[in-house]
């Protein structure tokens, strides 16, 4: 895992510097990395750990910049879960989620959560869905999160029409619903194997491609879901029509949130930039 800093002598230079060497320990870490609110970087690998299945690990933020330890939060052990190539996401309360592209009790991946608890990071992961063949199985993107903190996602194979599905997890009053609801159902005519994450606009409609599929068959679609039940929160700090809102909602986010893609996450956008284009939009908005 690699730093690139600023020269200080240089404009538009920059300099590399190496974190943290990556061992049998933990190996082939394939997805991005998550930024928490306290700063620390929050990572998966696809191997290593106690039984080769992939860790979920954490990289903490020091006074002098960030520890060269990688601290494991979660071995996976097939049974848990096994392999999670997308990064990680987190709800308002910090609690983290994300999902493996194998393993678990249906052996077709998970979606799993890790509490955020006073000490740190729970070590044991909690199962909201083992993936089987009525769902789709292997999710290998990252999921997104809405504003009343319901989860989205896709996976790349299986399901009702054979070829992946859209689904989303619905957030109750006591926790999680027992399983996902499928948006779509992929069939090769509307697209085949999505393997890239969703997004959402400011409407809440949701976007994605397909890697097959589609009207060429090999070739996939990019699709779009309206009415998706997507909620989004695009009250800011900002007042609408006036020229200082933009900067006063992002000034507004930073304080209360320190870093815009923690920002957007707790409000349910995929990332830094979806949160700004729905500070545009709301920007834009007529005063009544």
Same mark, same amino acid.
């Given at each position: 895992?690699?730093?690139?800093?600023?020269?200080?002598?240089?404009?538009?230079?920059?300099?590399?510097?190496?974190?943290?060497?990556?061992?049998?320990?933990?190996?082939?870490?394939?997805?991005?990395?998550?930024?928490?609110?306290?700063?620390?970087?929050?990572?998966?690998?696809?191997?290593?750990?106690?039984?080769?299945?992939?860790?979920?690990?954490?990289?903490?933020?020091?006074?002098?910049?960030?520890?060269?330890?990688?601290?494991?939060?979660?071995?996976?052990?097939?049974?848990?879960?096994?392999?999670?190539?997308?990064?990680?996401?987190?709800?308002?309360?910090?609690?983290?989620?994300?999902?493996?592209?194998?393993?678990?009790?249906?052996?077709?991946?998970?979606?799993?959560?890790?509490?955020?608890?006073?000490?740190?990071?729970?070590?044991?992961?909690?199962? +909201?869905?083992?993936? /089987?063949?009525?769902?789709? *199985? #292997?999710?290998? =993107?990252?999921?997104?999160? !809405? @504003?009343?903190?319901?989860?989205?996602?896709?996976?790349?194979?299986?399901?009702?029409?054979?070829?992946?599905?859209?689904?989303?997890?619905?957030?109750?009053?006591?926790?999680?619903?027992?399983?996902?609801?499928?948006?779509?159902?992929?069939?090769?005519?509307?697209?085949?194997?999505?393997?890239?994450?969703?997004?959402?606009?400011?409407?809440?409609?949701?976007?994605?491609?397909?890697?097959?599929?589609?009207?060429?068959?090999?070739?996939?679609?990019?699709?779009?879901?309206?009415?998706?039940?997507?909620?989004?929160?695009?009250?800011?700090?900002?007042?609408?029509?006036?020229?200082?809102?933009?900067?006063?909602?992002?000034?507004? +986010?930073?304080?209360? /949130?320190?870093?815009?893609? *923690? #920002?957007?996450? =707790?409000?349910?956008?995929? !990332? @830094?930039?979806?949160?700004?284009?729905?500070?545009?939009?709301?920007?834009?908005?007529?005063?009544?």
């Amino acid at each position: 895992m690699f730093e690139l800093t600023p020269h200080p002598n240089d404009p538009g230079v920059f300099l590399w510097s190496t974190i943290v060497n990556f061992n049998g320990s933990n190996a082939v870490p394939e997805a991005g990395l998550f930024l928490d609110a306290d700063g620390n970087l929050i990572g998966t690998t696809t191997a290593g750990g106690l039984n080769n299945n992939g860790t979920v690990f954490e990289i903490a933020k020091t006074d002098t910049g960030y520890s060269n330890t990688i601290t494991p939060l979660v071995f996976f052990m097939g049974t848990n879960g096994s392999r999670p190539t997308s990064n990680l996401i987190a709800d308002a309360d910090g609690n983290l989620f994300g999902t493996t592209s194998q393993g678990g009790p249906g052996n077709g991946g998970v979606l799993f959560e890790i509490a955020k608890t006073p000490q740190g990071y729970a070590t044991t992961p909690t199962i +909201l869905v083992s993936f /089987d063949s009525s769902t789709g *199985v #292997a999710p290998t =993107a990252g999921l997104i999160i !809405d @504003a009343d903190g319901n989860l989205f996602g896709t996976t790349t194979g299986l399901g009702p029409g054979g070829q992946g599905t859209v689904f989303e997890l619905a957030k109750t009053p006591q926790g999680y619903a027992a399983n996902p609801a499928l948006l779509v159902s992929f069939n090769h005519t509307n697209g085949a194997r999505p393997n890239g994450p969703l997004l959402a606009d400011g409407n809440g409609n949701l976007f994605g491609t397909t890697s097959q599929g589609g009207a060429q068959v090999l070739n996939g679609t990019m699709f779009e879901i309206i009415n998706s039940g997507f909620a989004t929160n695009t009250l800011f700090a900002g007042k609408p029509g006036k020229g200082n809102c933009y900067g006063e909602s992002v000034l507004a +986010l930073l304080h209360a /949130d320190r870093n815009l893609d *923690v #920002a957007a996450q =707790a409000r349910g956008l995929a !990332d @830094a930039g979806a949160l700004q284009a729905a500070i545009l939009h709301y920007c834009k908005r007529s005063v009544r």
